[in-house]
């Protein structure tokens, strides 16, 4: 018989299969899918009946302030997507699930990838949800252009999200790390220009967005939705997310070679 | 009773200091609202309507304690449903314990913590320059609203922890607490609220804690929102416990 390492197709049907597992979760633990899907929502219609008179500033630069907002909620979604799959990855280690998954003859890369697809695919869940209410209450239609570049640099930021989460995951192994899965991605989306323009913040929450590549990835995609898309605002957003990706994402390979080892 | 319902405090204390990861939360949330929100939305300060403060951050600090204490009460809830989950209450209800000190004992635990996350967004805040304009009395009145509220927040996610019995079930409602916070004044003063929020606003009883807390800290001592805070924080409390102990009572049935 035939061994060594798995063919591509074999590897495909892992990753599949792994990101169907990561699917089925939602239908299986709808409980705990709920407030993950429901929360960008939340925060987009709360942040806007709070803070929407925030719009009527002098050099805010949209019409109004939930089409403002919504973009935030699309990135917050992701963020708590990554999270949770970092969550879950740690309750599979708790259980031994992952032990079992480290004994198969799957590249270490491969099962990553499967962690992570699943994770994109999770993030348009709560995306969607929030486009379909944010839609029905007036926000306007940014164009199907502007719709499938947010989709891909929301998935690709949910990708970044669970490295991140993965690569805390395998250093801690206990789900109790969630916190700090969490406030990470929460951090890095709150601290950009989420509720104002650039120039409307203060200096030094200017100075964090200013290096924060999330901010880029939040201007690439609120294009459409707040003026028009353009090249200018698109490299950025491709560049700043194509980085975070590749940074946490070869840390978590890193840290799953060293699984098991 | 009582010293039953102090032992069962302690637990719950120890408990909860033993799992930082579970008190990280109650305060790492609201601190990073309250940077983003300050950092982000100061210059709501100037528009037509926002009450005369000395920064946006003086107006905040009510909004971060009011939410922390909310995160406090899921998190009372959560280290309930932990006990059911894991056998700790049905040993106790096998126990000659008095019933009432097991929801009583969780809440006197809630109130310290509240106390604790009350003190923690004081001094956060005058280290950022915000200071109690009503002093040491506006202090103490903070104090006071904060430890009623965080008990009755408490008793809500007790209630909740024994009627669901699940710790994940508890934790799902996490999202409702930007919720109710979000259709209050604790954010935003009541006047600039867009619609439906402000109608809701004035029937939620966080606005009134929102209200009290932010009285003494951004504008002085004044009895009246120091009074209705109180009372909406006693009703809160109230409320919540008589629901717990009624939960508690169902939940032995059943035990």
Not at chain 1, 137 to 156: E, H, N, Q, R, Y
Not at chain 1, 207 to 234: C, K, Y
């Amino acid at each position: 018989m035939k061994r060594g390492r798995p063919s591509l197709r074999q590897d495909v049907r892992t990753i599949g299969a792994l990101m169907r597992r990561g699917l089925n979760e939602i239908l299986r633990v709808p409980g705990g899918a709920i407030p993950g899907v429901l929360a960008p929502t939340i925060f987009m219609l709360g942040l806007s009946a709070a803070f929407g008179e925030a719009a009527r500033l002098p050099g805010f630069d949209a019409d109004d302030f939930r089409t403002f907002i919504v973009p935030v909620g699309m990135l917050q979604g992701a963020g708590f997507t990554g999270a949770a799959t970092g969550v879950n990855l740690a309750r599979d280690i708790e259980r031994g699930w992952f032990d079992r998954l480290l004994l198969a003859p799957a590249g270490r890369p491969v099962l990553l990838a499967g962690v992570v697809g699943s994770a994109c695919l999770r993030c348009l869940l709560p995306a969607s949800f929030l486009l379909i209410v944010a839609f029905a209450l007036g926000v306007s239609w940014p164009g199907v252009g502007a719709l499938v570049l947010a989709g891909l640099l929301i998935m690709s930021l949910a990708a970044a999200a669970a490295c991140y989460a993965t690569v805390l995951a395998l250093r801690f192994r206990t789900q109790q790390a969630a916190p700090l899965m969490q406030v990470g991605a929460f951090a890095s989306i709150l601290f950009t220009t989420a509720y104002v323009p650039r120039e409307l913040l203060s200096d030094w929450l200017r100075a964090i967005a200013d290096v924060n590549p999330v901010t880029h990835v939040l201007e690439g995609v609120r294009q459409g939705f707040v003026g028009d898309v353009s090249w200018a605002s698109t490299w950025p957003a491709l560049l700043a997310v194509a980085g975070l990706v590749t940074v946490f994402g070869t840390l978590a390979v890193r840290g799953m070679r060293r699984q098991g080892v | 009773m009582t010293a039953a319902t102090v032992a069962l405090a302690r637990r719950a204390l120890r408990n909860s200091f033993r799992r930082p990861q579970f008190l990280a939360p109650l305060v790492l949330f609201p601190t990073m609202f309250l940077a983003v929100n300050v950092g982000g939305l100061e210059r709501t300060t100037s528009l037509a309507g926002f009450p005369q403060v000395d920064g946006f951050l003086d107006f905040q600090l009510a909004a971060a304690i009011t939410q922390s204490l909310l995160l406090g009460g899921v998190s009372a809830g959560i280290a309930a449903a932990l006990d059911i989950e894991g056998g700790f209450f049905d040993r106790l209800a096998a126990s000659p314990t008095p019933r009432l000190a097991i929801v009583l004992g969780r809440l006197l635990a809630a109130s310290v913590i509240a106390a604790l996350q009350v003190v923690y967004f004081l001094v956060l805040g005058a280290i950022f320059g915000a200071s109690v304009k009503g002093g040491v009395l506006g202090v103490l009145c903070v104090l006071a609203i904060g430890v009623v509220a965080g008990t009755g927040f408490g008793a809500l996610g007790v209630m909740i922890a024994l009627r669901a019995r699940s710790a994940s079930t508890v934790q799902g409602i996490f999202p409702l607490v930007f919720v109710v916070l979000f259709v209050s004044t604790a954010f935003f003063p009541a006047n600039l609220l867009s619609p439906p929020a402000d109608v809701v606003a004035a029937y939620n009883p966080l606005s009134y804690i929102a209200d009290g807390l932010r009285q003494p800290i951004a504008f002085g001592n004044a009895l009246e929102p120091l009074l209705e805070a109180l009372a909406a924080a006693a009703g809160v409390a109230i409320a919540a416990t008589s629901l717990s102990v009624l939960a508690l009572r169902g939940r032995l049935r059943q035990a």
